[in-house]
């Protein structure tokens, strides 16, 4: 399966985004769902992630109650709806994807889309 990110642009601080993540492919299996990000000189890290069914979902710390992740299924797509957005939430912001594996940790994931980069001003 390929994944292509997309809904990156510059925003002001306390302004609000929303990252899409469409699945191309072979998409006839279920696929867990994440967002991971990754700023200059610092590694890549976890957002959030999403069951094959949208019936479980996790969160960061840093960005619970701001950030909410969701999918449609039948659009193949996830998306990262960011409100509240703060200057340390600059990334490049990462989809991915595996059948069998769901959390936090990169690990767990096959496939990854290629990266949309966020950046907000303070």
């Known amino acids: 399966v390929q994944l292509q990110a997309s809904g990156g642009g510059l925003v002001q601080a306390g302004g609000s985004l929303r990252l899409s993540c469409a699945a191309f492919?072979?998409?006839?299996?279920?696929?867990?769902m994440g967002w991971f990000r990754q700023a200059p000189g610092k590694e890549r890290e976890f957002v959030a992630a999403?069951?094959?069914?949208?019936?479980?979902?996790v969160y960061a710390d840093s960005v619970k109650g701001r950030f909410t992740i969701s999918r449609d299924n039948a659009k193949n797509t996830i998306y990262l709806e960011m409100d509240s957005l703060k200057p340390e939430d600059t990334a490049v912001y990462y989809c991915?994807?595996?059948?069998?594996?769901?959390?936090?940790?990169?690990?767990?994931?096959?496939?990854w889309g290629q990266g949309t980069l966020v950046t907000v001003s303070s």
């Open positions: 999403i069951s094959w069914s949208g019936g479980r979902t």
């Open positions: 492919g072979r998409t006839g299996g279920s696929y867990n």
């Open positions: 991915a994807a595996d059948q069998r594996n769901y959390g936090s940790s990169p690990l767990r994931y096959d496939y």
